[in-house]
């Protein structure tokens, strides 16, 4: 597979510069999607160091066929997560926290009240850390959602993650409709936060419907957009359906800009919580 792979989309790390920051999230039961996600930029940003905590466990209950996150029965939330994230941000030094989740169907609340509680335990011991959220669409249901944008998180990350016409095949369990609304609800319901979106191309999506996507996400308020390259993550997950070229990136961006985003990350290996703290300054927030 490997062989396929043009240069742009290839990315080698140190394996033994992951080792420091694994074992101090390790101690404290802590799991990053990073690591479950298999990520491509795991040794820049766990050499910074930085990470993207993953809450609820390592388990989802969604089936995407782009996704590596580990699928089956979930267990029930730790209630000494929350504190236990607090503790790793400290001693990590982080200044933006980005905290996002497996999707757990099986809770009432979709798990709306495990990010309230790191939210609201992370803006109190650092006041001055901006917290980022990326989370699931908690199955439409806004009362979840109050319960996430009414502690106030700095940005409200919620993927697209593809074309509509993709969804069957790409996210079988999601509704583009509801995602959509999921970020038009947050931005009603926080008008200070920041809203942020990521999308997924090389699927056998179009340009056109790139496009059409962005254009949708600005009709929804969303502020802060992220556009990268699928890679494979194993032999499990969909296929690559095309390795597209920098220069078709950049003309994303350049799109982007012009529809009115304040920040259009678009290359191979953007990821949504990718540079989110450099993304989040640029800005001038």
């Not at 730790?78 to 926290?97: C, F, K, Q, S, T």
């Not at 609304?181 to 920041?194: F, N, S, T």
């Amino acid at each position: 597979m490997n062989e396929r792979i043009p240069a742009f989309a290839r990315k080698k790390y140190n394996i033994g510069e992951l080792a420091d920051v694994k074992a101090r999230l390790r101690e404290l039961g802590l799991h990053t999607v990073c690591e479950s996600a298999r990520c491509p930029n795991i040794g820049e940003c766990f050499k910074k160091p930085t990470a993207t905590f993953m809450i609820l466990g390592e388990i989802c209950t969604r089936r995407c066929g782009f996704c590596s996150v580990k699928k089956g029965v979930a267990k029930p939330p730790d209630p000494e997560e929350p504190a236990n994230i607090a503790v790793a941000a400290d001693r990590l030094g982080l200044r933006h926290a980005v905290i996002t989740s497996v999707t757990r169907d099986d809770l009432p609340d979709g798990g709306a009240g495990q990010f309230e509680a790191v939210i609201r335990i992370l803006k109190k011991d650092f006041p001055q850390m901006v917290v980022e959220v990326l989370t699931p669409d908690f199955g439409g249901d806004e009362t979840a959602l109050r319960k996430v944008m009414e502690v106030g998180p700095h940005i409200f990350n919620h993927n697209l993650e593809t074309v509509p016409r993709l969804y069957p095949r790409v996210r079988p369990q999601a509704v583009y409709e509801r995602s959509l609304d999921v970020l038009r609800k947050a931005r009603a319901i926080r008008p200070d936060a920041y809203t942020k979106s990521g999308i997924m191309v090389g699927l056998g999506e179009t340009e056109d419907e790139v496009v059409s996507v962005m254009r949708d996400l600005r009709g929804v308020g969303c502020g802060l957009l992220t556009i990268g390259q699928y890679l494979r993550p194993s032999k499990e997950n969909l296929p690559v359906a095309e390795y597209v070229s920098p220069e078709k990136f950049e003309k994303y961006a350049d799109a982007g800009k012009r529809m009115g985003f304040l920040s259009v990350a678009s290359a191979p290996f953007v990821r949504s919580s990718y540079n989110a703290e450099e993304v989040f300054s640029a800005i001038g927030a």
